[in-house]
């Protein structure tokens, strides 16, 4: 009988092969995962943001639409909103006080007369300084 055994000098023994595919994927998921994180949560922010209520640009909206007919009601209005805009620059403070000394005449009266061309002109000018 024939022996099998012989000893082949030409094949090498089996070699562990390093294999990082699946590293490279997991990491790739998870960049991949951070980054839609990253934009669902600044989606978010923006739809925040879209929604807030902003009370300055309410405040504008309400002064442009003030209605000067009812001169004692308007002459409350124009303090009460446009306080919303009077500590914006030293200018507006010095305005906003120069505009209610002027309304005072208008308020704490049962009867009052229509409001002068000079307080309408610091009204108009009032409403074209402030800003949203």
């Known amino acids: 009988m024939q ?20 590293y490279y994927f997991l990491g790739l998921v998870g960049v ?8 669902v949560y600044l989606i ?11 009370i300055r640009k309410e405040h504008k909206k309400l002064l442009n639409a003030l209605d000067l ?10 303090t009460s909103y446009g306080a919303t805009f009077k500590n914006d620059t030293p200018r507006h403070v010095e305005m906003y006080k120069n505009l209610t000394e002027r309304l005072e005449a208008y308020k704490y009266k049962k009867e009052v007369a229509e409001l002068d061309k000079e307080t309408l002109g610091y009204f108009e000018l009032y409403k074209e300084m402030c800003d949203v």
Not at 69 to 78: E, R
């Open 69 to 78: 007919s009812d001169v004692k009601k308007s002459a409350y209005a124009i």
């Open 32 to 39: 991949a995962l951070l980054l839609a994180c990253g934009i």
């Open 3 to 22: 022996s099998y055994d012989i000893p082949l000098h030409d094949i090498k023994p089996i070699v562990e092969v390093q294999e990082y595919s699946l």
């Open 44 to 54: 978010y922010l923006w739809l925040k943001k879209r929604k807030r209520f902003n």
